[in-house]
């Protein structure tokens, strides 16, 4: 994985055949939101507590709303020597790809519409 910003479906298709780690980094209180299906939650600021629970073996993909928090998490692992990419637009181009998400309390996976 040698692109720094990706696109969702790219990011879909890594996690998918377990090729990269996919980590949203929205915060907690964001939790009602839609979320990526097997996307792991750590919020922005609690990565650098976070770095030694991450796969080093396995490439990290973030996603945040927009992106902007994903490359600047992409640019804190990078300097920790890691492999690390971004979802180009982030949660928000990912719905517009219409890509699985999942919304509810209980976390049920569904396509978006």
């Known amino acids: 994985m040698d692109e720094s910003l990706l ?3 790219m990011a879909w298709a ?6 990269a780690q996919l980590i949203d980094l929205r915060g907690r209180d964001d939790a009602d939101l839609p979320r990526i299906p097997g ?10 507590g976070e770095l030694a629970t991450l796969d080093r073996e396995r ?3 973030f996603v945040s709303d927009t992106g902007r928090r994903a490359v600047e998490a992409m640019e804190v ?3 920790a020597g890691m492999t690390a990419a971004a979802v180009d637009g982030g ?6 790809a219409e890509l699985p998400i999942e919304t509810d309390e209980r ?3 569904r396509t978006a519409t």
């Open 107 to 109: 976390r049920a996976p």
């Open 7 to 9: 696109a969702p479906w």
């Open 39 to 48: 996307a792991r939650m750590i919020p922005l600021d609690e990565l650098p």
């Open 14 to 19: 890594l996690q998918q055949d377990g090729r």
């Open 59 to 61: 490439p990290v993909v």
């Open 91 to 96: 949660i928000r181009a990912w719905l517009e």
């Open 77 to 79: 692992l990078r300097s």
